[in-house]
């Protein structure tokens, strides 16, 4: 979700197939519409911008190698683009895939906005994310308009190489 994290999609939802929400017309990325489940895309448009990040392991840029760990601040930008939230997470780099030698990384972050808190989480393909595939991540309510939902986040570089400077699209999807 940040450039001191970017990450790819998630290995438990990669492959599947992309349906359309009814109430927006936009593809839903986890299938969750599909399998039956009612899901409101919303954040449609936000972007997130790393603020600052605290690493271990390779200095520049951070997890760029397994054992790699990073925390990070974010904000939140809505389609306005005025700030409207924040973020704190934390990735670290798994693995190298044998096959492809790409990284995997565990992700973890709340994100903070005017109308509640929510967590993600995923287990996701970073070396995917920086080529400009987009990261899929489940998340739960914890606060506020999103407490006690479940759904997933769908986050996108906008700008490929990274930069510290480069923002990230997000799209949120709550379902029942």
Known sequence: M????????????????????????QADPTGAKAAGHSCQHLLQG?????????????????????????????????????QVGHAVGYVSIQRKDPADGHLISYYHATEDLPDG?????????????????PAVFRIEGTTGAYAGKHGYLTWRLLQVPVTINTRASLDLWLCD
């Not at 603020?51 to 306005?80: H, K, M, R, W």
């Not at 808190?117 to 595939?133: L, S």
């Open 46 to 82: 936000w972007t997130e911008l790393t603020l600052n990040y605290n690493s271990t392991g390779t200095p520049v840029p951070p997890g760029n190698e397994v054992g790699d760990a990073v925390i990070y601040n974010d904000a939140v930008f809505d389609q306005n683009d005025k």
């Open 117 to 133: 808190q929510f967590n993600e989480t995923g287990t996701v393909d970073r070396t995917a994310t920086w080529q400009g595939v």
């Open 2 to 25: 940040s450039t001191a994290l970017v990450v790819g999609v998630s290995g438990a939802l990669a492959g599947s197939s992309f349906a359309k929400d009814a109430s927006s017309g």
